[in-house]
């Protein structure tokens, strides 16, 4: 069983197209978040949301929206997609907000061209 | 703000020899965790450690041992005979708990591992 998924793993588009990356924990975490990890690798984080609420938006373009429909789904819409979105997304769970160890989904490899 | 330095960009060693990893950090809270995770060439982020604030034991799990000390702000990685499977990139994070920033973890930018044979 697959704890932390993502869809699509990969994801080719052309600038200017809108696009959605699923997530889904079944891990009955209560916490989830998604992190931009770009070609050097480095990993920041987006967005937290714990219990279906929005808690942390770390300064990310308003042409991203997650959404978290119940607490073991949160999806990223991204519209009007640049260049500079190129990266691997990756979605995570915790069990309570910042107390304890991430678990993550295998990533979303996006290139946009 | 809270803040999470990896010095070393990249280590290359070989086998059999031992390794550290270091990871400083800055906060102004008293109450946070850090954390360390794996990224294999396959890409998955891997936990390995947590540990929070009010808790300097070291630990030893196998080959993995790691060293906290507030009075340096750092929690630094030893892998003890390296092998070519521990070639990674490791991270180090910080997350704070309670307060504004709860929810957000740091990382720092990783090292690379290479680990030869």
């Known amino acids: 069983d697959t704890a932390v998924s993502q869809t699509p793993k990969y994801l080719v588009t052309q600038m200017g197209n809108d696009k959605s990356i699923k997530c889904e924990q079944n891990?009955?975490?209560?916490?989830m978040y998604w992190y931009k990890q770009d070609s050097k690798k480095f990993l920041k984080i987006m967005f937290s949301y714990n219990n279906k609420e929005l808690i942390i938006n770390e300064t990310v373009p308003n042409r991203f929206s997650p959404k978290s429909p119940d607490k073991a789904h949160l999806n990223l819409h991204i519209n009007s997609l640049e260049l500079g979105d190129s990266a691997v997304y990756f979605c995570?769970?915790?069990?309570?907000?910042?107390?304890?160890?991430?678990?993550f989904g295998p990533g979303t490899r996006l290139t946009v061209l | 703000a809270q803040k999470v330095t990896q010095a070393q960009t990249e280590i290359s060693v070989v086998e059999k020899e031992d390794v550290t990893l270091d990871c400083v950090y800055e906060?102004?809270?008293?109450?946070?965790?850090l954390f360390w995770y794996k990224q294999p060439p396959s890409g998955e982020l891997v936990f390995l450690i947590r540990?929070?604030?009010?808790?300097?034991q070291n630990e030893i799990s196998g080959r993995y041992s790691w060293n906290f000390q507030k009075s340096t702000s750092s929690f630094n990685f030893t892998i003890t005979a390296s092998q070519v499977v521990d070639s990674a990139v490791y991270f180090c994070a910080l997350s704070e708990f309670p307060g504004p920033n709860a929810g957000k973890s740091t990382f720092g930018d990783g090292t690379t591992l290479t680990v030869k044979p």
């Open positions: 540990r929070n604030s009010f808790d300097e």
């Open positions: 995570a769970s915790s069990q309570e907000v910042g107390l304890h160890e991430q678990f």
């Open positions: 891990l009955g975490h209560d916490t």
């Open positions: 906060t102004r809270d008293t109450t946070y965790y």
